[in-house]
């Protein structure tokens, strides 16, 4: 049986793994003639990691998934302790690297290495971050906890509404931020050559 929350959960990672896929391919085609999009798009890009998956999405699997897939299924202690350890730096990571491409923009082209090195860094962590919560993590949550978890899970993930999933209207609140990821980011992500 499918349930809302691993659906959600899977939504969200997919317009994720978009996200970092789009970063990916405009870090290596660099700013080209035009630096100021490029910079622009890419700040509006982490800001979006930072907002929503590390303030919204995180918590929730701390909080909620977490500790009860580790009571209900001991077997995932070690995954979780690495999944909890990657959500306690990933905020930090997505800021240094907002510093870094900030860095970049504004000191010029000596701070571009730093910044590309850390990008693929983080791009690879996230991904295998994804990975492991979808490999292991979820199917013993399928397995182990009850109709009366997933229905608290499902009432949870369902509050978080990521516009960037396709799944929910957006919001007045960020739609100068989607705008502006959608109009000028890459595909998957957005419509930008």
Not at 109 to 119: D, G, I, N, Y
């Amino acid at each position: 049986m499918a349930h809302e929350s691993i659906r959600i959960i899977h939504d969200e990672h997919a317009a994720l793994a978009a996200m970092l896929r789009s970063i990916g391919m405009m870090v290596e085609r660099g700013p080209g003639n035009e630096p100021e999009s490029f910079f622009d798009v890419l700040r509006a890009m982490l800001f979006y990691i930072d907002e929503f998956p590390e303030r919204l999405h995180h918590p929730k699997e701390s909080e909620l998934l977490f500790p009860r897939v580790a009571r209900l299924a001991p077997e995932t202690t070690e995954a979780i302790d690495r999944l909890e350890n990657d959500h306690v730096k990933g905020e930090s990571a997505v800021r240094e690297l907002q510093h870094l491409l900030l860095a970049w923009e504004l000191v010029g082209e000596s701070r571009r290495v730093a910044f590309e090195k850390a990008a693929k860094q983080y791009l690879a962590f996230y991904l295998e971050h994804m990975r492991l919560e979808e490999t292991v993590i979820l199917p013993a949550a399928q397995k182990v906890l009850s109709d009366a978890d997933w229905k608290e899970l499902d009432a949870a993930f369902a509050t978080n509404c990521d516009p960037l999933t396709g799944k929910y209207p957006r919001d007045p609140v960020y739609d100068r931020l989607f705008t502006r990821i959608v109009s000028r980011a890459p595909a998957p992500i957005g419509l930008g050559d």
